[in-house]
């Protein structure tokens, strides 16, 4: 499923008018996780999962064309765990 299809999906299960309306929901939902995770907040979202950033240490590393030995810095990736109800309605 892609961003359309999304908003079509919301549109249809909220009752939206338009197209626009829920495309507005959509975007304001991933701002809110985004800008959440950047401030370093973590998202909890009951029955769906939470949504949080790690800390990713340096490391060693290998490039794979080459065999060349390369420094891998530190960075800040996010993370999604999914809850129990979204993994047991999946299998």
Same mark, same amino acid.
């Given at each position: 499923?892609?961003?359309?299809?999304? *908003? &079509? !999906?919301?549109?249809?299960?909220?009752?939206?008018?338009?197209?626009?309306? !829920?495309?507005?929901?959509?975007? $304001?939902?991933?701002?809110?996780?985004?800008?959440?995770?950047?401030?370093? &907040? &973590?998202? !909890?979202?009951? $029955?769906?999962?939470?949504?949080? *950033?790690?800390?990713?240490?340096?490391?060693?590393?290998?490039?794979?064309?080459?065999? &060349?030995?390369?420094?891998?810095?530190?960075?800040?990736?996010?993370?999604?765990?999914?809850?129990?109800?979204?993994?047991?309605? *999946?299998?």
């Amino acid at each position: 499923m892609k961003k359309p299809d999304l *908003v &079509e !999906a919301v549109m249809a299960a909220a009752g939206l008018q338009t197209k626009k309306q !829920a495309e507005a929901a959509v975007d $304001g939902l991933f701002d809110t996780i985004t800008k959440s995770l950047s401030k370093g &907040e &973590e998202v !909890a979202v009951a $029955g769906f999962g939470v949504f949080k *950033v790690m800390k990713r240490a340096a490391r060693a590393g290998i490039n794979p064309k080459t065999g &060349e030995k390369i420094q891998i810095a530190a960075k800040i990736a996010p993370k999604f765990r999914a809850a129990k109800v979204l993994k047991e309605a *999946v299998n």
